[in-house]
Structures are given as C-alpha cells and as structure tokens.
C-alpha cells in the first residue's frame, strides 16, 4: 500500500521529500559536531589563557621580588659592610687582596645556595676594583654598557633599579648602589650588579601544557619591547602589542605562521607579558575529536547516499527506458517491444511521459514514412548533379585540354598560365587530411605570381625571403595568398611605376611573423577595427583582410592575427604598406599539440 501510494505520488513530491530528508539528517549531524568541537576548542583556549595569566605573570613577579631580596641581603651583610670600605681605602695590597676573597665567598655562597638558576652572576664594582662570581660572564658586557649601568646606579641614590635597555643582548640587571651603614656616613662603597637571565627566567615560570611546543616570550616595558625569546620582525611585534586592547588573548600570523598569544602585566613592575605557541600546537588538542566527528558525519552521509540510491533507482530506471527510447527513435527505429513494462497504467508524470513519447513516436513514423522520405530523395538527386557539375577532376581535364592544345600552337604563355592556374586548382580544392605547410602556401604563391606577372611583365617586381627551414610550419591555407593579392592589386592600381612587392618570415619567441610590404599604397588608420565594427565596408571580391584576422584568431587565439602599418623609406621618401601575420610556430612533427589540431580542422572546414 505505501509502495504503491509512494509510486503515484507527483515526481516533485519524490524529489523534495528526499531532498529534505537528507538536509535534516545532514543538518542535524553537523549542528551537534559544530557545537561539540566549538565547545571543546574554546575550552582548551580559555584554559591555557587563565593557567597563563594567573600563574606565569605572578611567578616572575615573585622571582623578581626574590631578586630584590637577595640585593638587600648583601647590603646588609656584615662582611661586605667591613670588607668593602677596606678594599677602597687600604693601602696594603695583601689586606685588599683578603677583603677581596671575603667578599667573593659571601656573594658566591648567595649565588650557589640560591635555587634560582635564573640569576647568571653577581658583581661588585668599585672605582678600582671589581668583585664578580663569574668574572668572564662580566667581562662579555662592553665598558660603555658597564659605565652606563654604574652610572644609573649612582643616580638611584641607594634605590633598587631594574635597567632593561640591553635585555635583548646582555639580559636584565638589577643596579643598587651599596652604601656604608655606619651612622651618619652612607657613603657610596660599590655598585651592585645582579644580572638575570630572561630566557631561564620564563622558562622556569611558563606552565604551558607538555603537549604544546615550546612557547616564545615577549617582555615590553613602557611599551618598549626588551625581549623576544625568539627573533621576530620588529614590525610584527608591534602589530602584536597593539592589537592587544586590556588583558586578553588573541590569534595572529606573525611571518606567515599562526600564533596563539596570551598578555597580562607583572604587578609592581608594570611589564607587559606576552606568551605565543603555534596555534596548529592548540589545534592538534582537537584533532582526535574533529576526526571523530567527520567519522560521525561520513558515516551520516554514506546513510543518506544508500537510502537515497534505493529510492532514486524506482525513478531513475524509467528514465533510462525513456533515454533508450529516444535513442532508439534517433536511429529510425519506432517499435519499442523490449520495454515490457505497461505505462498506460501509471497515473504520476513517469507514466504521462512513457504514454505521451510512444503515442509521438509512432506519429513521427508515419510522418517520415508518407511525407519527408520523398522529398529527400528529391533534394539528395538534386545535390548530387550540382556536385558532379562542380567536379574538380572535370576542371583539371579541361584546362590539360587547353595546356596541350597551347604547346601544339607553341604558345608558351599559355602553357605557364593553363599550368599555373591547374596547380591552383589543385592545392585549393584538394581535400586531404595532411596538414598544409608553408611550402604549400608557397608553392600556392608561386603558381599564382606565375599567372600575374605573365599579366603584368614590365610593372611587378616581386621577392621571397622565408629560410628553407620554415616550410614545414603549420599554416592555414590560403593565409598569405589573399593578401598578395590585394597588394597587387592596390599597389597596380594607385601607381603606374614598378610596384615592388616582398614577403618575408622570422621566427621570434616561437612565433612565426610573416610580412607582407608594397608600394604604391597604405593603410587608413585603424582600418581592421573598422571594417570589424562595420564603420566601413570592404570592397572585393576575394578572401579580406578581416576574414583572415578572424581566422587566426579563431584558431589560435587573441594575440595573434593581422596588424596593419604604413613605412616610409628614409632613402627614397617612397610610402610602403605592410601587413604582419602572426601565429605560432608549430612544426609539422608537432600534431599533438593543441593549436595543431585547430589549425588542422579549420584548414579541412
């Protein structure tokens, strides 16, 4: 009963039902996977977001408070207090020498009891001396950079500051200058140096999940970049910092590579933070569940694409009956007993269809049987006589007729013509499938400058310079030949001098220029736009201009074709008009090139 009332129903009906069964499975699969991966991609962004800004910026600011500490604590030591002003002021070298050792061992006992592995080394500087645990590491930074830092110190006046100007290069210093505490002195005994280093620094604080690759680092101060844990262009750092509006994150391509960034501030210090991984490290987090979900839909889809099939096949078989009908009539046949199925029975558009065809089917067949069959047995008699008229053998039989006749009386200029004129006929009404060469085309022009210079012997002057190597170029026929033509008779026609008329080939960045120049006439200006836009109208009877532009254009393409120009001869002050052909040099050996078989379909039309 359901396959029955299915089968009846309008083929509309069919197709929407389908169709919206589909979109609402489709849909409904697609909206659970979207808000799946939506959901669990932003929450694996606002995790590595909050654990970032709660946790990295807080640890340095507590490391750079630790710092500060360990600054205080050898301001206060005791033997650094006694031993500083002994080294200043003792003139005994073995006494400087002893407080000098003192005051190492203090500051190497901080430096290596201290766990933080950030802190590169600690110097003292006096006017004379310097005290550092890692005398090397303080000597790789320049004179001038020390002499600056000191000098900072100085102004400080006992207060701690951070000097962040050669981070990039030299790393971070903490610069406190030490001060007598005796009473009422404070004398300046030193300068104190810690230097730290930025990258071990963020390392150490970064909490980055271990799946991630290792994050990069950017510190700014004052909205200065003073360190990059990796190098980046300095435009693309500033167009970092700027698109971050408070404390946020954000995803940027920085070289063409995306990265996922994270800002906050470091308390009291006020130093922007910024944290970057490659996005593609976060996207990989969602990879396994994206997979799971195109699995879903796939699977969805393969579901749909089955039931569809099942249903689509009730209607699709009749319409491939209907197709094998119609074949069957393009063909002549009209009786259709293989098709056993009975349509006169269906009531939906399927049935209306099958019933409507056969019903036009077997009229069409009594149509052609009473009516059309005679008339084109009448029209293909007629066109057979006119086609044994217009035989091309009949042509050459008559002119060999004439070609003996003339060399029984003995005139020579008949012969030339007679014989002339038959390869004319030949080359232009043979129909063989080879391709035409420009050794046709020439031989073409040689019969034909055979017949015009018998008629014009004393008034044309003509030459031929095309390297023997071109002839098996591929050409379309009668390319050249209508334009000889025209100079001949334009050049004739203008003037009563010689006129002089010369054709020559080159070859340039695999295209072929042919150039075809005479006397005795010119071009008006942009005469192939014109006769294209019917401003003018050509006069002739022969092969034009424009029906040769248009040709070659066909066959090959927009940059190629016929180009007009006037020349005048700087000797003489004699005008010249020349037309340039263009097309591509294909060899003869070269068929399977596409232009190839253009041009040779366009040559057989």
Known sequence: MITKKFRDMPLKTKIELIIVSCVLLISTVAFFNFHFISKEHKKVLYQTVASNLSYSASEIYTNLQ????????????????????????????????????????????YLFNSTNQYISYISIVQDNSVISTHALRFSNVPVEIRDQLIQKGKEAEGATIWITDYAQEYGCFLVKELREASPFSLRP?????????????????????????????????????????????????ENLYASFKTDDYCIRNIGHIPFFAVKGQIPHYKWDYIAMVSYNSIAQTITVTSMVCIFAMLFSLGTVFLLSSKILDTLTRHFKILIKKMHLVGEGVYNFTETSEDYSIRTD?????????????????????????????????????????????????????????????GSEDIVQITTALGNLLRISLSKTKTPFTLAEEIKLLDNYMIIQKLRYPQRLDYTLDIPTEYNCLLIPKFTIQPILENAIRYGLEEMSEICHISICATVENHVLIIKVKNNGSSFEDHLLEKLEAQEIQPHGFGIGLLNIHKRLVLAYGKEYGLKLMNHEDDLTGEEYAIVQISLPAISQGNNNNTNSKMLQEEQHA
Not at 70 to 98: G, H
């Open 66 to 109: 630790t710092v500060e500490e360990l600054a205080n604590m050898i301001l206060s030591n005791k033997t650094v207090q006694l031993r500083l002003p002994t080294i200043d002021s003792s003139s005994s070298a073995r006494e400087k020498q002893l407080a000098k050792d003192d005051v190492y061992n203090i500051l190497a006992n």
């Open 349 to 409: 558009e399927i049935g209306r269809l099958h019933t409507h065809f056969d019903s036009m089917a077997q009229k069409l067949n009594t149509l052609i049987t009473e009516n059309y069959t005679n008339e084109l047995l009448k029209k293909e008699a007629q066109l057979k006589a006119l086609e044994s008229q217009m035989d091309p053998h009949f042509l050459y039989n008559t002119l060999d007729s004439i070609n003996w006749r003339a060399k029984a009386l």
């Open 189 to 237: 005994i030193g300068t104190l140096m810690i230097h730290l280093d930025l990258h071990t620094l963020l390392e150490q604080t970064s909490i980055f999940h271990s799946s991630y690759e290792s994050p990069s680092f950017l510190l700014f101060n004052n909205s200065k970049n003073i360190y990059s844990s990796q190098e980046f262009q300095k435009m693309d750092v």
